[in-house]
């Protein structure tokens, strides 16, 4: 067990919707990462976000947001969503500032129909 | 920027068999390299990482790791394999300029008992 939890593991939607996918990071970690698994891009680093803060950024489309919030869990909102938006959705987080993430939650398999 | 090339997408071995995974990066200067492993539904797991010293590094589960730096690889290896190492592989390289890790595609790998 990592000690990251992600909510919902599956999620199935249309096109044009809006989604929330959240995450909680392990205990005592400041840092929460966000990144999107799919076939045809691999894994691709979106949003990283530290004590509530915006740290570092990567390759999130316009219709992608991120917060983090005071008791640390984060949420990502996609809207607007589009059939090349189907992947799955991974939070990871870390202790520290500048460092790679550690601990990986299990993931939301987001479906778009 | 850096990127990471895993020529092998997919493998299958048979349970005894030697494996060796191959990894290169792009980047001239200095990088940190890691292997991840994710078994069926499970979460991104650390098998290994290099950030300076010796070359060979030795994972869990028996898995090891050499950095050549003249060749650009990172590539794992393990003597023998067990059905139980049947996951997808994934190698990540940070640098000195982003500790953000980029990832490589993925090799799925299969065991056959």
């Known amino acids: 067990d990592s000690g990251v939890t992600q909510t919902p593991k599956h999620l199935i939607t249309a096109t044009g919707q809006r989604v929330t996918l959240r995450c909680s990071p392990r205990?005592?970690?400041?840092?929460v990462y966000w990144y999107q698994q799919s076939l045809d891009q691999g894994l691709q680093f979106l949003i990283q976000?530290?004590?509530?803060?915006?740290?570092a950024k990567g390759n999130i489309l316009e219709r992608f947001s991120a917060q983090q919030f005071p008791d640390l869990h984060s949420e990502l909102n996609l809207s607007s969503l589009e059939l090349g938006d189907s992947a799955l959705y991974f939070c990871?987080?870390?202790?520290?500032?500048?460092?790679?993430?550690?601990?990986f939650g299990d993931g939301t398999r987001l479906s778009i129909l | 920027a850096q990127s990471v090339s895993q020529h092998n997408h997919h493998v299958i071995l048979s349970e005894a068999a030697s494996l060796e995974l191959g990894c290169n990066y792009s980047?001239?200067?200095?990088?940190?390299l890691f292997w991840y492993v994710q078994y069926p539904g499970q979460h991104l797991q650390l098998l290994l990482k290099?950030?300076?010293?010796?070359?060979l590094v030795k994972g869990i589960k028996g898995f090891e790791a050499e950095f050549i730096k003249s060749k650009f690889s990172f590539n794992l290896r393990k003597p023998s394999v067990q059905w139980s190492d049947t996951a997808e592989y994934f190698c990540?390289?940070?640098?000195?300029?982003?500790?953000?890790?980029?990832f490589g595609r993925g090799t799925s790998l299969i065991v056959h008992p």
């Open positions: 290099y950030f300076s010293g010796d070359p």
């Open positions: 980047y001239g200067g200095t990088v940190n």
């Open positions: 990871a987080s870390s202790a520290g500032r500048d460092n790679q993430p550690q601990h």
């Open positions: 976000y530290y004590n509530g803060e915006e740290r």
């Open positions: 990540a390289v940070n640098t000195g300029r982003s500790y953000i890790p980029t």
């Open positions: 205990s005592g970690d400041l840092s």
